[in-house]
Nanobody, 122 residues
């Protein structure tokens, strides 16, 4: 069982930045891919970014390429999502997730955090 806890969401003006954190439980987490998804009201859950704990494989969704950066801190079992140049359309609940294999589909992730709200004002 992998437990995930997100933090770092909040309200920010367009053009601003936020950094989300996802703390993973120590057991088995290091063999997983860690991903970030987001879901806005009335929309499907959207892939944002994913990284393997080794750091060697990183993936981004098209809508965030060049603006968001995913990274991990080995000692703390934490994955980060640095979000720059935020836009109002980035407003959503952001979820951290863990998967056995590299995938961009929500159904491929076995474990999920509770989500953190990000609101970008225009």
């Amino acid at each position: 069982q992998v437990q995930l806890v997100e933090s770092g969401g909040g309200l920010v003006q367009a053009g601003g930045s936020l950094r989300l954190s996802c703390a993973a439980s120590r057991r088995t987490a290091r063999s997983y891919y860690m991903g970030w998804f987001r879901q806005a009201p009335g929309k499907e859950r959207e892939f944002v970014a994913a990284i393997h704990w080794s750091g060697g494989r990183i993936y981004y969704g098209e809508s965030v390429k060049g603006r968001f950066t995913i990274s991990r801190g080995n000692a703390q079992n934490t994955v980060y999502l640095q979000m720059n140049s935020l836009k109002p359309e980035d407003t959503a609940v952001y979820y951290c997730a863990a998967a056995y294999d590299a995938t961009i589909t929500p159904g491929g992730y076995q474990y999920w955090g509770q989500g953190t709200q990000v609101t970008v004002s225009s």
